[in-house]
Structures are given as C-alpha cells and as structure tokens.
C-alpha cells in the first residue's frame, strides 16, 4: 500500500507564495509520473501541473508562469511552489500518482487565498 503524505497548505494573502510537498512511501517514487490537482467547493477536481518519470512538465492555462511542479528523487517527494497566488487559486490540493496502475491519492491540503 502506497501513501501520500501532503502538506504546507495554509492561508496567504493574494500575490503571496506558497510552497506544497508531497512525500511518497516508497523509495521508487521516481519511477511514476506525479501530479497536481485541486477541487474548489462546487467544482470538478482539476488537474494543476504533471511532472513524468522523463521529466516532462506540464501546467493548467490557470497556473502556467506561476507554479512549478519539481521533485526531489532522493526524498521520494515532488513539490509544487505556487507564486503570485489569487483568490481562485482557493482549493484543496492533491497529490497524486498512478503506480503499478492504482491510483493514488493523497489525504489533501487546504489552500486559501485572502486578504
């Protein structure tokens, strides 16, 4: 069994930045391709940013310029750092990874913007 373990959620003011990790429980994390999604309240889960095993990266038209998705192989971790946030970035964020096709899930983290 596979887990994803999120965190660095939080509550910024617009135009702020924040950095979100997700940590894998095995050590061959890299292998998979890793991704981003978020669901804001009465909305579809969207997803953010796609990083593969090759090292392609991919981003949401919403979010592109503004976050990066990155990964540390060593930690078994990818990362999503999200700059000049706005309001309509408020969501829950979720890690994700097909492995061995399951798909896994993380618990999410709450991102909100405000001022």
């Known amino acids: 069994q596979v887990q994803l373990v999120e965190s660095g959620g939080g509550l910024v003011q617009p135009g702020g930045s924040l950095r979100l990790s997700c940590a894998a429980s095995i050590s061959t994390f890299n292998l998979y391709d890793k991704a981003w999604y978020r669901q804001a309240p009465g909305k579809q889960r969207e997803l953010v940013a796609l990083s593969t095993s090759s090292g392609t990266t991919t981003y949401a038209d919403s979010v592109k310029g503004r976050f990066t998705i990155s990964r540390d192989n060593a930690k078994n971790t990818v990362y999503l750092q999200m700059n000049s946030l706005k309001p309509e970035d408020t969501a829950v964020y979720y890690c994700?990874?097909?492995?061995?096709?399951?798909?896994?899930w993380g618990q999410g983290t709450q991102v909100t913007v405000s001022s």
């Open positions: 994700n990874s097909k492995i061995s096709t399951i798909n896994y």
